[in-house]
């Protein structure tokens, strides 16, 4: 099993990176209760030096692979594809996402056409000094969402200024290992063949959108119709146990909202 946790903090050893580890121990335990091997990858965007996404569309209309950023940006893609679980980790900057979190989300902008990371598991966690972190959280959610993940859940640390030593230990321990918890569990029984209803309705949004919107030949539609995601019968992005009644009202629901935005 491998987790990539992904953290949006320009600060090393900051409030942000003291919750990975906290939570990185927390998946180690888990790993070792349920003798699962575990490789927990972390990532720091501050050391990454990712441009700015230019809006060039050349990801959209003609690849990712095509990007004119040659700074590995779409390398991190890939570890996210070869990973189980992920975890997205931001400290909240004026009520939303850091900027280096925002960028990373702005450069994975083809996955909101074509959701690549379909069937994994992922988790959100926001850290903050004193304002809120659900905006935060959203943003993170969401993104992951449209990208195809399946949600294991969010969690937001009310850290105060920089903590020091074993305080994040000392005040986050019990959140921490809830969180880590959920992930591992997630991951371990296979959690997205198990979608939530939002998900469900979700993907009916998406299916009458590309089916009533999508321009056959072009990158988004053909993809979509390889994956066979554009069949009426199909209901979600991967084989799935979810019960019919719930499968069933959860398209009902989406092609009622799908008539207003798809």
Same mark, same amino acid.
């Given at each position: 099993m491998k987790i990539l946790m992904i953290i949006g903090s320009g600060r090393r050893s900051g409030n942000t990176e003291q919750i990975g580890e906290l939570l990185t121990a927390h998946l180690q335990q888990e790993a070792r209760q349920h003798r699962v091997e575990l490789e927990v990858e972390t990532v720091y965007l501050g050391q990454q030096s990712f441009q700015f996404c230019r809006g060039c569309r050349v990801c959209f209309d003609r690849g990712e692979a095509l990007c004119p950023l040659k700074d590995g940006a779409l390398d991190l893609k890939n570890r996210m594809l070869a990973a189980d679980g992920i975890v997205l980790a931001s400290p909240v900057y004026v009520d939303d996402v850091s900027g280096l979190m925002k960028?990373?989300?702005?450069?994975?902008?083809?996955?909101?056409?074509?959701?690549?990371?379909?069937?994994?598991?992922?988790?959100?966690?926001?850290? !903050?000094?004193?304002?809120?972190?659900?905006?935060?959280?959203? !943003?993170m959610s969401m993104a992951l969402r449209t990208w195809g993940c399946h949600l294991a859940g969010q969690t937001g640390f009310a850290t105060g200024a920089l903590m020091k030593g074993s305080e994040a230990k000392d005040r986050f321990d019990l959140q921490a290992a809830r969180a880590a918890r959920a992930i591992f569990s997630a991951v371990y029984r296979q959690a997205p063949h198990r979608p939530a209803f939002f998900s469900l309705m979700m993907f009916k949004i998406q299916q009458m959108s590309w089916r009533a919107k999508g321009k056959p030949g072009t990158l988004d539609f053909n993809y979509w119709q390889e994956q066979g995601w554009l069949d009426p019968k199909r209901t979600f992005y991967i084989d799935h146990e979810a019960g019919r009644l719930k499968t069933s009202l959860a398209r009902l629901t989406g092609s009622i909202l799908g008539k207003f935005v798809a």
């Open positions: 960028n990373f989300i702005d450069r994975m902008c083809h996955m909101c056409h074509r959701p690549q990371l379909a069937g994994k598991t992922a988790y959100a966690i926001a850290t !903050t000094g004193s304002s809120r972190t659900g905006k935060t959280l959203e !943003t």
